[in-house]
């Protein structure tokens, strides 16, 4: 019995679905064609408003993770275990690190505070001694250079400043008003070390790379530092470590803190603080446009429907008078709401792959840390159809409901 039950059940449900996509059919390929285009056209840049605006906040959020590894922290930064000394026997530490599997470059790097002066011109800045060579290896800082040239080895009396130490003349910059004003290539500029000694320096280059903590640093060769720091020798002050591509950065951080027991790692996220709370206001503005735009479908499908059930209301009477369930025609408004916002997803997808992207690409956004590109993946283009047909599922099952549960006798006089 029951499964006579179960079998008449399911061909019933069989039935109601078959009826419910065929007046789904009929209502879309013999209803006004104006109308459903015009619809369609409206899922089209409602998915295209759920794709674009997340995208580029998510591209802002990546150029600005991006800028911080490739410029100012690497991908794990060794430090001392004893805040405000320094890593000795650093020498021997990069060689073990550098022979970690998975770790593509390492560079160590001193520094001390200073005093800058160009002319009645004065600025604090971190002066950092380097290894020219593991330094471009790790970072791309000397990719930024809009004056003169990076430090190569062996450079004496020569120092690369960043754009907001130097000014350079940009009275744009964040913080031109705390820089030397106009500090450009040639340029002697006399610096008074922490320590007590002062040197004059040739200024060799200027570099910016839009990313303003890393456009604050002040660099000179290691060699030059042991010349003002001659105690620094085989001492590191941070060691900074970049991973190669698709490999595991705990399994790496963990093999680098058993290495000795007077260091400290960080990674990336963990420097990442003052980058956070920018990247977590602007993941709220992206879940407050992304509900904007479901809102904006979820009103498009209800009113569509809405007016419609209105004008129909003599013909939705008939249907229920000869047969046809209430929730058979409320599933058929809802196949339709389907099927236009399917149609307007797929049609808004190949619109943004093809079109959008490449021509975004083609002429980026410029915000203050550079070009930014759109982040995109199949799995989030996925992830917000799917959302957009629910929502639309939803807004044509309310004005549905309401219109087919009422008398059959006021539904046929229009009532």
């Given at each position: ?305 809405y007016v419609d059930v209105v ?11 000869i047969g046809i369930s209430p ?46 590109y759109l982040d995109v993946n ?38």
């Open positions: 019995m029951m499964d006579d039950y179960l079998r008449a059940v399911a061909r019933s449900t069989v039935r109601s679905i078959q009826v419910a996509l065929f007046l789904a059919s009929r209502s879309i390929f013999r209803g006004n064609f104006w109308i459903g285009a015009m619809t369609i056209l409206m899922m089209i840049l409602v998915y295209l408003n759920l794709l674009f605006a997340p995208s580029l906040l998510q591209g802002v959020i990546s150029q600005m993770n991006s800028k911080l590894r490739d410029t100012l922290v690497g991908n794990i930064t060794v430090e001392s275990s004893t805040p405000g000394s320094q890593i000795t026997n650093s020498t021997k530490l990069v060689e073990q690190i550098a022979a970690i599997e998975g770790v593509e470059a390492v560079t160590p790097a001193r520094t001390i505070s200073g005093q800058l002066q160009l002319g009645s011109e004065r600025g604090t800045a971190e002066v950092s001694g380097i290894d020219t060579q593991s330094f471009k290896d790790v970072f791309t800082v000397p990719q930024y250079m809009i004056e003169g040239s990076f430090l190569s080895p062996g450079d004496t009396d020569k120092i690369v400043l960043g754009a907001q130490i130097a000014g350079a003349g940009k009275a744009k910059l964040e913080l031109y008003s705390d820089s030397l004003k106009n500090a450009h290539t040639g340029d002697k500029v006399k610096v008074s070390f922490a320590n007590g000694i002062v040197k004059e320096y040739t200024v060799k280059g200027i570099f910016q790379s839009e990313f303003v903590q890393a456009d604050l640093k002040t660099l000179i060769t290691a060699d030059e530092f042991s010349q003002v720091v001659p105690n620094s020798i085989n001492s590191a002050s941070a060691i900074n470590v970049k991973l190669k591509s698709d490999t595991n950065q705990g399994n790496i951080n963990d093999q680098i803190s058993a290495l000795r027991y007077d260091i400290k790692t960080r990674t990336w996220q963990e420097r990442a603080g003052f980058v956070k709370s920018y990247t977590e206001s602007i993941e709220v503005i992206n879940k407050i446009l992304r509900a904007v735009a479901l809102f904006v479908g979820f009103l498009t499908i209800f009113i569509i429907t004008n129909k209301k003599r013909q939705i009477g008939i249907e229920r008078a929730p058979t025609i409320i599933l058929s408004y809802e196949f339709r709401a389907l099927f236009y916002t399917l149609i307007g997803a797929i049609l808004g997808a190949i619109g943004f792959i093809l079109v959008v992207v490449p021509l975004e690409a083609r002429y980026p956004f410029h915000f203050p840390l550079g070009n930014v199949s799995n989030f283009m996925i992830r917000n159809a799917i959302i957009l047909l629910l929502v639309s599922f939803a807004s044509a099952t309310l004005p549905a409901w309401r219109a087919v549960y009422g008398k059959i006798v006021d539904a046929i006089w229009g009532n």
